[in-house]
């Protein structure tokens, strides 16, 4: 079994930065891709970044593409995600998710573990 905790989530003006972290316990060596999720009111749940187990393989999807980077430090088992020229339609609640599998550098392995999410409010 894999937990996930969220964290640094928060209201920042339109243009900042914040960087959410996303901490694993349990058993994480079972884990290969780490992604990261966003969700806002009345819409479907939205894959924005995901990172291999190795850490060097890693997936953006187009709307944060070049703002984003996901990173990941094995030896604390958290995985971040730093978004830069944060923009109002940022604003969601982002989960972090693992996947259960032995690839070191698959992006593509089916999410089992879900953290609670972190909400982001991005102001104009």
């Known amino acids: 079994q894999v937990q996930l905790v969220e964290s640094g989530g928060g209201l920042v003006q339109a243009g900042g930065s914040l960087r959410l972290s996303c901490t694993a316990s349990?058993?994480?060596?079972?884990?290969?891709?780490v992604g990261w999720f966003r969700q806002s009111p009345g819409k479907e749940r939205k894959l924005v970044a995901a990172v291999s187990r190795s850490g060097t393989n890693t997936y953006y999807t187009y709307f944060v593409e070049g703002r984003a980077t996901i990173s990941k430090d094995n030896a604390k088992d958290t995985v971040y995600l730093e978004i830069n020229s944060l923009k109002p339609e940022d604003t969601a609640i982002y989960y972090c998710a693992a996947a259960s599998g032995s690839s070191r550098y698959s992006l593509s392995d089916p999410y089992t573990y879900w953290g609670q999410g972190t909400q982001v409010t991005v102001s104009s």
């Open positions: 349990g058993r994480t060596g079972s884990m290969s891709n």
